[in-house]
Structures are given as structure tokens and as C-alpha cells.
């Protein structure tokens, strides 16, 4: 079953930032109330860069005509391709030559996703982030669909996608994608050569994403298939959601609907429930996200997968499978039961 939406519940596992007030719009001597965050995001007024934040409160600061308008086009734009990606426009789209000829894991559905991604819903305000990109399969997807984006090619800036992974061959890609005497080496010239021709638009980050930071720039765009590890999981929490925009950015967690072992990614999207609603999914594999509340930054940096304890992981893992049904829902139940069995092997309280 392809989830389309999800109704939110509260639970105490995740407040996340901007919680309900009043935005109080400056118009000369007068304020007039516009409602909470959903009601600024129809004006078009995009989180600290509009934003001035006051206790229980958001206080627009007043803004030039031709900036409000065009703030304004920028949210429709959003709605606009949020509905295609929820309609699943992205799955009649023709896969190129650039797309097919690089080695990769993720199945065609996947890559005409993330090129529809590129194309229609980054708007080249933000960056994209290419978590584990392997031979370059995502990262080919998401260049040719920045290459054919309105909005970048209108005013193009470098580099506008981030690429992370460690580029060392993995016993698990012998033999599929490289020979037995490969192991342990480095296949990062071979991304190299696949990416060529997208290189003014990237930042390669090489070596252990745990290493490495992010500067607070707005995120437009998260591929998530890096987060192989529980430790790897709660660094990708932490680096990255608090840059998420609401009502904009997209989260793309690429493991999510598989069967084996990896039950922390569904944990994660349910403990942080209330910042995130499903979008769509790819049937398997990929399940798509929108950010609809800031995810506050203590909240980010409170390493869930490493520190929750069994029952309450647990009560997410079931909330998690219960959105989905038929074969998606019994390929959740058996990654939550890998994960507890994990847990409990380890001595999780």
C-alpha cells in the first residue's frame, strides 16, 4: 500500500521546535494576527532568514514587495511539487541513458525519484545531501534532475550537492560490483568517473560520515542511505535534521521498507513523528518525508537510537509498521524484530 499521508500523534518522545503560537505580520503601526507556522508558510515567510523567534511566538519582520512575492511563488511552487510527488508523477518519468549506466543498488523507481526531485522540487535556495552514494546511482539522478531545474538553471551556483560515503569496497558488494581481490580498497575514481560530468555541481565528503560536520545551511533534499549503523544513524539525526525546512524539505530514507536488520530507521521517523509526515514510497525500498515542524536541536543531539530504551523502541516500531499494511507492513515487522533481537543481545535496558 502506498502511504499518501500520515495523521500525526503526539507522544512524548519527540516537542518538536515551534510549537502552535501567533505570528504577529508588521504593517505600519498595526499587527495582525496570521495564526502559527502554517499560517506564515502561506505568506511565504521562510523560518530565521523572515523569522524572528519570541517565546511562544513568531514575529514576521516586514518585507519588501518583490521579496514577499516572491517568497509567495516559492511556497506554491513547493505545494505544487509535493503534490506530483505524492501523486507519483516521478513514476512515468523516462529514465535516461546518464541515469542507467552507473552502477548501483537502487532499483529504477528510486532513481526516477530522486531525478524528479532535482528537477521539480528543489527550488536552489538549499543543498542536497547525497548520503551514500556509492558508484554515483543517486548522485547521477539528483545532477540530471538540478541540470533540467528551472530555478538553477536561471541563476546556477556550485556546489549545490553534497555527496557523502566512504568509498571502500564492502564485503557485501563482492561480487556483484567488484572482483574478490577488491576488498578493502578504495572505488572512489570510479565515482570520480561516473560524476565527471557533474562535478561543478558537487562536494564530495570522502571517509566516515561520522567525522564529518555541517555548517547550518538549509537543507532542501535528504537522501538518506548512509545510516547503515546505529551510531551512523543518530550522527545523520544530528548533523542534518535541525537544517531541515518545514514545509519544503524532504527526507528520502532509502532502507526503509526491507526486511532485514535495520528497524532503527523506522524507530527514528517515529520518534521524531511529529516534524514528519509520509509523502510517498517507492512500494519498496524508499520511503519519502516532509519536515513539517523544525526538529529542535537538543532533540537531534539526544542520540535516540543509542540511548531509548527497549520499550519504548518498541511501541515506535509498531506505530511504524501499523502505517503500512499487506507485504510492506510484514517487511517492517520482521526489521523490528531483528532490531530488538539485537537490543536484547547487546543488553539494551
Not at 503526539?10 to 495564526?35: I, L, N
Not at 542536497?128 to 541563476?155: K, P, R, Y
Not at 536541536?297 to 542520540?303: C, I, K, Q, T
Amino acid at each position: 500500500m502506498i502511504v499518501t499521508a500520515c495523521a500525526q500523534p503526539t507522544f512524548t518522545s519527540c516537542q518538536c521546535a515551534d510549537p502552535p503560537g501567533k505570528m504577529a505580520v508588521a504593517d505600519g503601526s498595526d499587527r495582525r494576527t496570521v495564526g502559527d507556522r502554517e499560517g506564515a508558510l502561506k505568506l511565504g515567510l521562510r523560518d530565521e532568514a523572515q523569522v524572528d523567534r519570541a517565546p511562544g511566538r513568531y514575529r514576521a519582520r516586514r518585507l519588501p514587495v518583490r521579496t514577499h512575492l516572491a517568497l509567495v511563488s516559492s511556497r506554491l511552487m513547493s505545494a505544487e511539487s509535493l503534490q506530483a510527488v505524492r501523486e507519483r508523477a516521478w513514476a512515468t518519468e523516462p529514465l535516461d541513458d546518464a541515469c542507467q549506466r552507473v552502477p548501483t543498488m537502487l532499483i529504477p523507481d528510486e532513481l526516477r525519484l530522486l531525478r524528479f526531485l532535482g528537477r521539480r522540487h528543489f527550488e536552489n535556495w538549499g543543498a542536497i545531501i547525497d548520503g551514500g552514494c556509492f558508484l554515483g546511482g543517486s548522485t547521477t539522478a539528483l545532477a540530471e534532475g538540478v541540470l533540467a531545474n528551472a530555478a538553477w538553471q536561471g541563476a546556477p551556483r556550485r556546489p549545490v550537492i553534497h555527496s557523502f560515503d566512504r568509498f571502500r569496497v564492502e564485503d557485501y558488494t563482492i561480487p556483484t560490483y567488484f572482483p574478490p581481490e577488491r576488498a578493502g580498497t578504495s572505488f572512489r575514481a570510479e565515482f570520480d568517473a561516473n560524476t565527471e560530468r557533474y562535478r561543478h555541481l558537487l562536494e564530495v565528503h570522502d571517509g566516515d560520515i561520522t567525522a564529518h560536520s555541517w555548517a547550518g545551511e538549509p537543507i532542501e533534499i535528504l537522501f538518506i542511505d548512509v545510516a547503515k549503523t546505529m551510531s551512523v544513524n543518530d550522527h545523520v539525526i544530528e548533523t542534518f535534521f535541525p537544517s531541515l525546512v518545514p514545509g519544503h524539505s524532504l527526507v528520502v530514507q532509502q532502507d526503509y521498507l526491507w526486511h532485514e536488520v535495520m528497524g532503527w530507521l523506522q524507530m527514528t521517523m517515529e520518534f521524531f513523528a511529529d516534524c514528519f509526515e509520509i509523502v510517498t514510497d517507492t512500494q519498496v525500498h524508499s520511503v519519502v518525508f516532509l519536515t513539517v515542524e523544525r526538529v529542535p536541536v537538543e532533540l537531534a543531539s539526544s542520540r535516540p537510537t543509542m540511548t531509548l530504551r527497549r520499550a519504548e523502541i518498541e511501541r515506535l516500531l509498531t506505530r511504524a509498521a501499523d502505517r503500512f499494511s499487506g507485504e510492506q507492513r510484514t517487511w517492517l515487522q520482521q526489521a523490528a524484530g531483528d532490531f530488538m533481537d539485537m537490543l536484547a543481545a547487546e543488553g539494551r535496558p
